[in-house]
């Protein structure tokens, strides 16, 4: 009984900022027995079972107002943190780990409520409502910056950093499969893992300036850009989405983003400036205090989608183009913000929650 292993929950849902950190921490626990609790039909389903047995719950968020919704949306949250607590309950878990969302409520209530350990981290400059209500209940609040300090509880924080997927600190990344020629200056633009069909038309109506300069686009797009497949040119490439982002962003010359918390440590780890749009509809436009970050230590410029226009977009573009050494030093700053070891970081915290 005594060499049993520890069995941990990992309550992790919706989108690849919520779910890559949290793989990534599973990845550096090799010696835990570990299952996730997710939602049905969100991008858990797609990515965790080939890895991990996954428990579902029909939780949802809380929208503006209060109406027969929102007493649906409430029975739900009392029924999920039933069963969460019947599967802490039978599975014998020792501990929960979440990284936020509307999942950590029923995840945080349910362990605690049973007397276990939660772990939770935040990989946004500002912490979300579910972080700053629950984050006094937890026994550990990982940060991602540092920024987010001063809106939770002090003895509990530990700044960490937010991990990356292995591939991006793999000692050889796999080469593009992309007909890009080396000399070739490269624009890639991505929303994160839900794509950007704003930024998406910004870039169309800004590329063909950029690519008469010799400069290549690759484009994802995300699957819900009603305008994919309209513009064409032999050095724009458009894709919903790529799988060895480790090895364009690497490649890339300057990247246009979201500036979700996932995507920001992406960049900070290949040491890629970049062009940040924050998507204005962000719970309590957190992406903005993300950008912030980055456009503090110089490593991004940031532009609010409500003042931008394709014309201001395609002139940042060809002004950074135009001056290598701003790139250089812009991609020196992102590095420096970069903490590579957030995984081996988070997972010591862990276990000394755990294991103490």
């Given at each position: 009984m005594t060499n049993a292993p520890i069995k941990l929950l990992i309550a992790a849902s919706g989108t690849g900022g919520h779910l890559f950190p949290a793989i990534a921490l599973a990845e550096k626990l090799p010696d835990y027995e570990i299952e996730w609790l997710g939602v049905p039909?969100?991008?858990?389903?797609?990515?965790?079972?080939?890895?991990y047995p996954l428990n579902t719950i029909p939780v949802e968020g809380f929208q503006q107002g209060f109406g027969l919704a929102s007493l649906k949306i409430l029975a739900k949250l009392i029924g999920s943190i039933i069963e969460v607590r019947r599967i802490l309950k039978q599975g014998k878990f020792q501990g929960v780990f979440t990284t936020g969302g509307y999942i950590a409520g029923p995840a945080v209530i349910a362990a605690r409520s049973l007397g276990l350990p939660v772990v939770f981290h935040e990989s946004n400059a500002l912490p979300g409502k579910v972080t700053r209500f629950f984050g006094p209940w937890c026994n550990a609040m990982a940060l991602g910056f540092d920024a987010a300090a001063k809106y939770l509880p002090k003895a509990k924080n530990v700044c960490v950093g937010t991990p990356v997927r292995s591939q991006f600190l793999a000692a050889e990344i796999p080469p593009l499969d992309l007909t890009i020629p080396d000399n070739a200056p490269l624009i890639v633009v991505f929303g994160?893992?839900?794509?950007?069909v704003a930024v998406n038309k910004?870039?169309?109506?800004?590329?063909?300036?950029?690519?008469?300069?010799?400069a290549y686009i690759v484009h994802l797009t995300g699957d819900r850009d009603p305008d994919a497949g309209i513009f064409k040119h032999p050095q724009y490439i458009e894709l919903p989405f790529y799988d060895n982002m480790a090895a364009l962003l690497r490649r890339a010359t300057l990247a246009i983003s979201r500036s979700g918390a996932g995507s920001l440590t992406e960049l900070a780890v290949c040491g890629t400036p970049a062009i940040l749009i924050p998507y204005p509809f962000a719970a309590e436009d957190h992406q903005s205090y993300n950008a912030d970050v980055f456009t503090k230590a110089g490593a991004a410029i940031t532009d609010k989608q409500s003042e931008l226009t394709a014309e201001k977009l395609q002139t940042q573009v060809l002004q950074l183009l135009q001056n290598p050494a701003e790139l250089t030093k812009m991609g020196e700053n992102a590095k420096a913000i970069a903490v590579p070891d957030s995984a081996d970081k988070l997972a010591s915290l862990l276990r000394e929650v755990l294991e103490s």
């Open positions: 039909n969100r991008l858990e389903t797609q990515l965790v079972p080939k890895q994160g893992s839900q794509g950007a910004f870039v169309r109506q800004a590329a063909s300036a950029w690519l008469d300069t010799g």
